[in-house]
């Protein structure tokens, strides 16, 4: 390994559309399937100018969202690491095929650059919209690792993170940024692969007769080799028992369904990201994401700089809810300021886990304009 | 022919539970050992062959034989076959849709696959129905037909996979029906090896959900129509055209060799490795 | 493969698998076939007509029916064949 030290980690000057590239091939991303839509079209041209120079990276523009999606399916199950990105509209096209990831335990990134909503909405403008879309956007229950990125550097992390979680966990990872993220340039650090933690699924160690593709393990992830290689198995949408085949039973349909649930959520201590700052004498908090979340930083910068005890939890991981890290917030502080644009949907989330130990404050806002920290700065203030 | 059903239980799942779910006489099943027949007679090795099935009866073959096996979600079995063949180009990969599955939700996946021209054989179950949500009409109702949602006749025309599928720029088009079963094991044969996207459209009866309410009084009356009806290709071109009515050309209607997607992308990265 | 002398083969139906759909009845050149109401599948009721056309085998939807060469066993020659188990 440490022969192949020659390069150093490189400085760029990035997009944050960019930078979810750099981490994508960082990552070890070999398979892109994609339609382009603002604001993440960067993100696909990035992709189609680099993977077909990389070692065997696929790029393939599909007919649309859901296509997109179901070539990045098809490509995980042949053993790729695999993203597409999109934003609203396309977002809402591919949720049926979300579920159907999720069912059949296929990892793979989907980025989701949100703009005003819904429908066409504002395409060019920055919003929060969906992210409870994210969480249960697919019908049906399931459990799904949501993150997000504040800003371009996170970007290139995030997206690590996000195929790390995806191959570790066998499970779709859905990154929610906003337009101003994916569009803000600034100067990042690529770092070199082998300086980062690289994931990979598990690979069966039984010989194929022995393995079934949906067993229970003491994780819960079962091991997935790629197709093709000796281990033929069935994998459907339909639930299943363990290998793979449809079932009804009562038991075996628990035992998946628990099982796809457990083993994401018994690791919430692994998966929930957050970067908190200055909350442990805090008296009012903020919890915020995204670019959001650096208007926030400022705001209580200043508010310190006021005397105001005030203090930031910028989330990473949306879902599973970082719970155990709000609670502790609400716990501490009399005011805890959720800002975010949308109508209040991580709000939900922080009311849902207050123990009724500090008043929760929304800040929202729709109109396609990022909130400032003036506007969070003035919430503190009163909080 | 003793070896003809061996060797189809060679490839069947055996822990499946058997026999299949399709109802009696559903030509669904004749299509699967067709299948098996033209895979076993290409000495394709089980573990290069991922079959991606899509939602309906038809998509319910491919739980039963031991092959890579996707059941995908209904109209897409299109796209998740595009990323293992362009993530595996070595592979074979079979696409078995139901003419629902195929046209209707998934018609524009369909045309595009076939435009892109990615070496995908796919074999379409035409039983002119939804078999399995229990008889509506699909994109191949032919016009005047009853179904429980044209309970007045259908008014609609319908597809012609054939012509779509030419028009849409495949490499291999070709039509059979479960009747004619030798030439469905040849016509499979070929698109098997065909590069490019190769499609055969199969005829097939569901007695349950279409030939029943559409006057036909068996399964058997359904399989006599298709015997009566269908013609090879070049004697079809050679009858009178007043006299086609009612008679359908089987045969391969379209067999270019322009490069196949994969192979386009392929050198495509030889060529940017080279600098 | 065609046999055109009679009586040369021997034809197993499992009856767990045949669905009794007819095709094979309706089709048989020999008219070998015929569905037994009582069991609810096929039944060779004139297995010395045979032709070894094949018909049958190649079409039944559901892998029920096998016709094997006389003197032969459908397992290759170890085990006897199997009765028509209906
Ligand atoms: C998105 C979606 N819409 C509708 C359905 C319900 N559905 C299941 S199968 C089917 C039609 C199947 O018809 P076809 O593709 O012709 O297959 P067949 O059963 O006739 O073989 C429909 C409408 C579904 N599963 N998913
Ligand atoms: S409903 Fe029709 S297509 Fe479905 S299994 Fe029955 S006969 Fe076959
Ligand atoms: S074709 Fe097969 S299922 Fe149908 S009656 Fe004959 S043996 Fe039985
Ligand atoms: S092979 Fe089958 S169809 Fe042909 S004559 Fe014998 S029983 Fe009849
Ligand atoms: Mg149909």
């Given at each position: 390994?440490?022969?192949?030290?020659?390069?150093?980690?490189?400085?760029?000057?990035?997009?944050?559309?960019?930078?979810?590239?750099?981490?994508?091939?960082?990552?070890?991303?070999?398979?892109?399937?994609?339609?382009?839509?603002?604001?993440?079209?960067?993100?696909?041209?990035?992709?189609?100018?680099?993977?077909?120079?990389?070692?065997?990276?696929?790029?393939?523009?599909?007919?649309?969202?859901?296509?997109?999606?179901?070539?990045?399916?098809?490509?995980?199950?042949?053993?790729?690491?695999?993203?597409?990105?999109?934003?609203?509209?396309?977002?809402?096209?591919?949720?049926?095929?979300?579920?159907?990831?999720?069912?059949?335990?296929?990892?793979?990134?989907?980025?989701?650059?949100?703009?005003?909503?819904?429908?066409?909405?504002?395409?060019?403008?920055?919003?929060?919209?969906?992210?409870?879309?994210?969480?249960?956007?697919?019908?049906?229950?399931?459990?799904?690792?949501?993150?997000?990125?504040?800003?371009?550097?996170?970007?290139?992390?995030?997206?690590?993170?996000?195929?790390?979680?995806?191959?570790?966990?066998?499970?779709?990872?859905?990154?929610?940024?906003?337009?101003?993220?994916?569009?803000?340039?600034?100067?990042?650090?690529?770092?070199?692969?082998?300086?980062?933690?690289?994931?990979?699924?598990?690979?069966?160690?039984?010989?194929?007769?022995?393995?079934?593709?949906?067993?229970?393990?003491?994780?819960?992830?079962?091991?997935?080799?790629?197709?093709?290689?000796?281990?033929?198995?069935?994998?459907?949408?339909?639930?299943?028992?363990?290998?793979?085949?449809?079932?009804?039973?009562?038991?075996?349909?628990?035992?998946?369904?628990?099982?796809?649930?457990?083993?994401?959520?018994?690791?919430?201590?692994?998966?929930?990201?957050?970067?908190?700052?200055?909350?442990?004498?805090?008296?009012?908090?903020?919890?915020?994401?995204?670019?959001?979340?650096?208007?926030?930083?400022?705001?209580?910068?200043?508010a310190r700089e006021r005397g105001i005890k005030a203090g930031l939890i910028d989330l990473k991981t949306l879902f599973p809810f970082p719970r155990a890290a709000v609670e502790g917030l609400l716990r501490r502080c009399r005011t805890v300021i959720v800002p975010e644009m949308n109508m209040g949907q991580i709000s939900r989330e922080v009311k849902r886990v207050n123990p009724g130990t500090s008043t929760v404050w929304t800040i929202n806002r729709v109109d396609g304009h990022i909130i400032t920290p003036k506007q969070i700065l003035e919430s503190i203030r009163k909080g | 022919m003793a070896e003809v059903t061996q060797l189809i239980h060679e490839y069947l799942r055996h822990d499946k539970k058997f026999p299949h779910v399709l109802c009696p006489g559903c030509g669904h099943g004749i299509l699967l050992g067709s299948l098996i027949r033209s895979v076993h007679a290409l000495g394709i090795p089980k573990d290069d062959v991922a079959l991606v099935a899509g939602i309906g009866c038809s998509g319910r073959v491919a739980v039963y034989v031991d092959f890579n096996t996707v059941h995908a979600v209904h109209g897409r079995a299109l796209t998740v076959a595009t990323g293992i063949k362009m993530a595996k180009p070595d592979m074979h990969v079979i696409v078995v849709q139901g003419d629902g599955d195929a046209l209707s939700i998934g018609g524009n996946h369909f045309i595009h696959a076939a435009r892109r021209n990615i070496g995908l054989t796919v074999l379409v179950l035409n039983n002119f129905i939804y078999g399995m949500t229990g008889g509506q009409c699909s994109s191949a109702t032919p016009l005047g037909c009853w179904s429980t949602t044209t309970p007045y006749g259908q008014m609609e025309k319908s597809f012609d996979f054939v012509e779509m599928?030419?028009?849409?720029?495949?490499?291999?088009?070709?039509?059979?029906?479960?009747?004619?079963?030798?030439?469905?094991?040849?016509?499979?044969?070929?698109?098997?090896?065909?590069?490019?996207?190769?499609?055969?459209?199969?005829?097939?009866?569901?007695?349950?959900?279409?030939?029943?309410?559409?006057?036909?009084?068996?399964?058997?009356?359904?399989?006599?129509?298709?015997?009566?009806?269908?013609?090879?290709?070049?004697?079809?071109?050679?009858?009178?055209?007043?006299?086609?009515?009612?008679?359908?050309?089987?045969?391969?209607?379209?067999?270019?060799?322009?490069?196949?997607?994969?192979?386009?992308?392929?050198?495509?990265?030889?060529?940017?490795?080279?600098? | 493969m065609t046999n055109p002398k009679k009586g040369q083969t021997r034809i197993t139906i499992y009856p767990d698998w045949c669905k009794a759909c007819g095709l094979c009845v309706a089709f048989c050149p020999a008219k070998v076939l015929e569905i037994d109401v009582a069991a609810g599948c096929a039944r060779a009721v004139r297995e010395q007509e045979c032709v070894n056309c094949g018909f049958c085998e190649l079409h039944c939807p559901d892998f029920a029916i096998v016709v094997t060469p006389r003197g032969k066993t459908r397992n290759g020659g170890t085990q006897p064949p199997q009765e028509n188990g209906n």
């Open positions: 390994m440490s022969a192949k030290r020659k390069t150093a980690a490189r400085e760029i000057f990035a997009l944050g559309a960019e930078a979810v590239v750099e981490g994508a091939l960082l990552a070890g991303c070999s398979f892109y399937g994609g339609y382009p839509i603002t604001p993440s079209s960067e993100i696909m041209e990035g992709m189609a100018e680099r993977l077909p120079r990389t070692e065997d990276g696929v790029f393939i523009q599909m007919e649309d969202e859901i296509a997109s999606l179901g070539a990045c399916i098809g490509a995980s199950l042949a053993g790729r690491k695999v993203m597409t990105a999109t934003s609203g509209p396309g977002f809402s096209l591919m949720q049926e095929l979300i579920g159907y990831a999720c069912m059949i335990e296929a990892p793979l990134v989907l980025v989701n650059v949100m703009r005003g909503g819904p429908s066409t909405g504002l395409p060019t403008s920055p919003a929060q919209g969906d992210v409870q879309q994210a969480r249960w956007g697919t019908h049906g229950d399931h459990s799904i690792i949501v993150l997000s990125a504040t800003d371009v550097q996170d970007c290139l992390h995030m997206t690590v993170k996000a195929f790390n979680f995806a191959e570790k966990y066998r499970t779709p990872v859905i990154l929610l940024l906003d337009e101003v993220t994916a569009h803000t340039r600034e100067k990042i650090t690529v770092p070199l692969a082998q300086d980062l933690e690289i994931l990979y699924r598990l690979q069966p160690s039984m010989p194929p007769e022995w393995y079934k593709p949906f067993e229970e393990t003491v994780r819960g992830v079962p091991p997935m080799p790629p197709l093709g290689s000796g281990y033929r198995f069935h994998v459907t949408g339909l639930t299943h028992d363990d290998h793979g085949y449809p079932t009804q039973k009562p038991d075996e349909v628990v035992a998946a369904i628990s099982r796809q649930f457990r083993k994401i959520d018994q690791f919430f201590f692994d998966i929930q990201i957050t970067d908190e700052f200055l909350t442990g004498d805090a008296e009012v908090g903020v919890v915020a994401y995204g670019s959001v979340a650096r208007s926030a930083h400022l705001a209580v910068e200043q | 599928t030419r028009a849409a720029g495949a490499n291999f088009v070709s039509r059979g029906t479960v009747f004619h079963v030798k030439t469905l094991d040849k016509l499979v044969r070929q698109a098997l090896v065909h590069p490019g996207f190769s499609l055969v459209e199969v005829l097939t009866p569901c007695h349950t959900q279409f030939g029943r309410k559409n006057k036909f009084k068996s399964p058997v009356d359904m399989y006599q129509w298709l015997k009566k009806a269908a013609m090879p290709l070049e004697a079809y071109e050679k009858l009178d055209p007043d006299k086609r009515a009612g008679r359908i050309p089987i045969g391969v209607f379209v067999d270019n060799h322009e490069p196949a997607l994969e192979t386009r992308y392929a050198a495509m990265r030889a060529k940017l490795a080279k600098g | -």
